[in-house]
């Protein structure tokens, strides 16, 4: 089973361009999420998705922007991307119902910005 | 609002040790608690949960946890460690009376580094 699937794996870009990290997942989960890690700071919500074609902001969205393009896909995108960006980025899905489901993550996004 | 202490960075402990990986949430209403698991290069893989019921809850690879509803405490422990425990465990909680968007969401703590030295 795939579960959660992230592409890229790695990504290194230079400060102003800009990219979509891309999320899909097979479990038939309503609620999908975009994380980022970084040392120290546990993991962070950047946006998230409870059902297809909403999405709300999280604690940490400026500077992103997210998609949820169909009930599997939720890319995340950096529109013009900040050394502060740099960081790791996870997608996680999940049931949306009584809230007793935990989140399935994807293996991440390393992602550099110079 | 909601929130997750692990007042620990790190943990070390020898093999064969009991561990004990401490956590420590706010909530307004009752919670759902979680523990995760992250490996080098890897995602969080979900350990186990505490929904309703028996305070001590038994997860994956022989850990478990134990809810205290008065110390607002959900530490996890193993009787033996392994060298292979060695990883990254974070802790996470979802207020049961969260409703709507907000419903699924999962707040974090900061995350402990466990090593088990041979």
């Known amino acids: 089973n795939a579960g959660v699937t992230q592409t890229p794996k790695f990504q290194v870009l230079k400060t102003g361009q800009s990219m979509t990290l891309q999320c899909a997942q097979d479990?038939?989960?309503?609620?999908m999420y975009w994380y980022r890690q970084d040392p120290g700071m546990g993991l962070r919500l950047i946006y998230y998705?409870?059902?297809?074609?909403?999405?709300d902001k999280g604690e940490v969205p400026n500077g992103y922007n997210v998609s949820r393009l169909n009930k599997r896909e939720f890319s995340l995108r950096l529109e013009s991307a900040a050394p502060s960006q740099t960081s790791v980025y996870f997608c996680?899905?999940?049931?949306?119902?009584?809230?007793?489901?935990?989140?399935?993550f994807g293996d991440g996004t390393r992602l550099s910005i110079l | 609002a909601q929130s997750v202490a692990q007042p620990e960075d790190q943990v070390n402990v020898a093999e064969g040790n009991p561990l004990t990986v401490k956590c420590t949430y706010s909530v307004s209403g009752n919670p759902y608690l979680f523990w995760y698991v992250q490996y080098p290069n890897r995602g969080l893989q979900f350990l186990l949960k505490y929904i309703t019921g028996d305070n001590l809850v038994k997860g994956s690879y022989g850990f478990e946890a134990e809810f205290n509803k008065s110390q607002t405490s959900f530490h996890l422990k193993k009787p033996s460690a392994l060298v292979s425990d060695s990883a990254l465990y974070f802790c996470a909680v979802r207020d049961k009376a969260d409703r709507g968007s907000t419903l699924g969401r999962l707040y974090f703590g900061r995350g402990t580094q466990l090593t088990v030295w041979p």
């Open positions: 479990m038939n989960h309503n609620s």
């Open positions: 996680a899905s999940g049931r949306t119902g009584t809230g007793e489901q935990p989140q399935h």
């Open positions: 998705s409870a059902s297809e074609g909403t999405t």
